[in-house]
């Protein structure tokens, strides 16, 4: 995906195959789009920090956001590690050396066979939070997308919630 690609070689990663994308138009009724995700991968913990460095991007364009022009439609990624402005969730990016707060090991989950999953800080509610602006009354368009890096053995996916609109920001 050359979207993911891109993002990619920003964070000096390798360019992605096998990708999963899905695309939908939401209608925002609030000031605010939000989800719940949690990106999980069998790369874990073996493979952090080399090149098999799977990664998840969910990317929103429309009226009045303000994204980067390298990406399809101006779009801006906002699965991003908290506390960052652009940093791509990612094997090497969240993982039990680096980001570690948002970063659960699952090695011997009896569930579910990704060895390790990302979650809010320390696991309390167990996922990531992606928001954004936007302008009450539009329709934006999302892309989700997961891909594979340097292999196509070890998988990753993302498991999402609803999306949601804000609450309107009102005064008197």
Do not use: M
């Not at 990663?13 to 605010?32: H, M, N, Q």
């Not at 929103?60 to 779009?75: E, K, M, R, T, Y």
């Not at 990016?93 to 707060?101: A, K, L």
């Not at 340097?150 to 999402?160: E, K, L, Q, T």
Request: overall charge negative; charged content about 20%.
């Amino acid at each position: 995906d050359g979207d993911l690609n891109y993002l990619s070689q920003q964070q000096g990663g390798s360019i992605s195959f096998d990708a999963c994308i899905v695309e939908l138009d939401v209608f925002a009724a609030t000031d605010e789009l939000t989800f719940e995700y949690v990106f999980g991968s069998e790369e874990y913990p073996e493979f952090v920090g080399t090149g098999f460095n799977d990664i998840f991007a969910f990317f929103v364009s429309g009226p009045g956001i303000v994204g980067d022009p390298n990406l399809s439609n101006n779009a801006k990624n906002i699965a991003i590690v908290p506390g960052t402005t652009n940093t791509p969730v990612q094997i090497n990016s969240v993982n039990n050396d680096i980001n570690w707060q948002f970063y659960r090991n699952n090695e011997l989950g009896e569930s579910l066979e990704y060895d390790g999953l990302t979650s809010d800080e320390l696991g309390i509610k167990k996922s990531l939070t992606a928001r954004t602006d936007v302008i009450p009354c539009n329709t934006y368009h999302l892309k989700l997308a997961v891909a594979d890096r340097a292999d196509g053995i070890y998988d990753s996916g993302v498991f999402i919630s609803d999306i949601q609109g804000g609450t309107p920001n009102l005064a008197v």
